[in-house]
Each structure stands twice: as structure tokens, then as C-alpha cells.
């Protein structure tokens, strides 16, 4: 019964959020709405025994990837956006486009699930750290030793894109010419 | 004990959301919030039939989406930084041609 309350609780704060993050113009204010979603679905790991999960997605998402998000929004002065005005059939079919794209993938998750309800309910089921890196070192090394040497490419990608040796004309350089602009 | 139908059905939503943000944000940062509200929202149905199923290879599944998640936060802020640098706007709209 705590369970169900906690649910719809963080369940609700999740979607408003998520709806927020929508309606919000300025990035900085949905970069916070995504933090707030991040947090909920960490409590929602919580109530499903993702011990580990849980800490990670507080850790890696709502701290370290946001926090990235929060430093090029300020870095980049980002301001509000702007609204292109959209077809009038957009804003007419959109909003049943969204809802049967959610219905189907609720439909679906739901009704190809041969067990509905959680198989052996009394046994305690928890992601602990321990068994997570049994599993992770053990079973699957392979893919993760492949992450270090893909979190490697991405972080020398980064680099080498963000940075402005290495280019021609260097941007940021003082005798760079005035940005083009299309028309 | 929670139905585990209520928790798909609840990534479902935030799956869609996600889509909805990534088609009518204009915002090149928010549509990469747009993507990692996706990915959480799989996150969570990852993570509900590891709980379905008692078995934490759907949990391990989430951390190395988690990884990729970030490597693509990186990389993707990287090339919007590298965009605004010659583009001098985050709007989507005049982004439309590949050379920088």
C-alpha cells in the first residue's frame, strides 16, 4: 500500500516535470524540470530494488550530465527560445499523435507481457552494489571494458571538438572573420 | 506491491513526452534534455521487468545506457558549442545547412 502511494506520488512528479520541461521557454528552467524528473525515476529505482541504479542516476544523470547541460546553457548564454509558427495540421493532429504513440507503447508493453504481476513476490529482490559488479565483472566484462574504450573516443571527441586548435581560422581567435549568415 | 503494468505504463508516458519535446522545442540543449527524457523513460521500463523477472541483467542493461548517455552528452555538447561558435543562435530553424 506505501508502495502504490509512493508510486502515483513520484509518478505524478515525474510527468509534471516532464510536462514542464515542455512548456518552459528558457533551457535553464528545463534543465531543472529534468533534474526533477531524474530525482523521481531515482525513487521509483528505489521502489523496485535498484539500490545501485538508483545512486548511479542521482550520481552520473541528475549530477554529473546535468550539470554539464546547466554549464554550456550558461557558457552559451542561452536565452528563450524562439517559437516558429507551426502548420495549423500540426497543432490539430499532434496532440492525438502523442496520445495513440503513448497508448501503443503502453499497449504494448503491457499486453506482450505474458507475467503481469511480479514472479515470487516474497523474495527480496535487490540490485545490491555487490551483485551488480559480480554481474558487470564476470558476465559482462566484454561490453564493459568496451565503454572505457568508448567514454575514451567520446571525451577526445569532445575535446577535439569543442576546442578551437586544430581548425582552420581557428573560432574565438582574434582574426577571425564575422560569422556568415545565411539571408 | 505495485502492478508492474503501472510502471510501464508510466515510461510509456515519459517516453512520449520525450518524442513530443524532441518535435516542438526549437532549442538545440533542450532537444538533447528531450533524448535523455527518453532515455529515462526506457530506463524505467528496463528496469521494471528486471524486477518482473528477478533478474539484474535488465539493471546492468540501464547502466550501460547510462554510459552511452553520457558519452553522447558530451559529444553532442561538444558539436552544439562547435554550432554556435560559427552559427551564433541555438535555433534548430537556421540550423539547416551541414557545412559549418
Known sequence: ?183 | MVPISYYLVLSAILFALGVVGFLIKRNLITLFMSIELMLNGVNLAFVAFAWQWKSLNGQVFVFFVMVVAAAEAAVGLAIIIAVFRTRETLNVDRVNLLKL
Do not use: C
Not at chain 1, 514542464?20 to 529534468?34: D, F, K, T
Not at chain 1, 546547466?70 to 497543432?91: C, D, H, Q, W, Y
Not at chain 1, 577526445?156 to 581557428?170: I, P
Open chain 1, 1 to 183: 500500500m506505501l508502495q502504490l502511494v509512493l508510486f502515483f506520488v513520484f509518478g505524478t512528479i515525474a510527468v509534471a516535470a516532464a510536462v514542464n520541461l515542455l512548456a518552459q521557454r528558457h533551457p535553464i528552467n528545463s534543465a531543472l524540470s529534468l533534474i526533477v524528473v531524474m530525482a523521481s525515476v531515482a525513487a521509483l529505482f528505489l521502489l523496485m530494488g535498484a539500490e545501485f541504479l538508483a545512486a548511479i542516476q542521482v550520481i552520473v544523470y541528475a549530477g554529473a550530465i546535468m550539470v554539464l547541460f546547466v554549464f554550456v546553457i550558461m557558457l552559451l548564454n542561452a536565452g528563450e527560445e524562439e517559437r516558429t509558427p507551426g502548420s495549423r495540421i500540426a497543432k490539430l493532429l499532434g496532440f492525438p499523435a502523442v496520445v495513440l504513440l503513448a497508448g501503443f507503447l503502453a499497449w504494448t508493453l503491457v499486453t506482450r507481457n505474458p507475467y503481469p504481476v511480479a514472479v515470487n513476490l516474497t523474495g527480496r529482490f535487490v540490485g545490491s552494489p555487490a551483485l551488480i559488479a559480480q554481474l558487470l565483472f564476470r558476465d559482462f566484462l566484454l561490453p564493459f571494458e568496451v565503454t572505457s574504450v568508448l567514454i575514451l573516443i567520446a571525451i577526445m571527441g569532445a575535446v577535439v571538438l569543442a576546442s578551437s586548435a586544430g581548425t582552420t581560422a581557428g573560432p574565438g581567435s582574434p582574426e577571425r572573420p564575422p560569422a556568415k549568415r545565411e539571408s
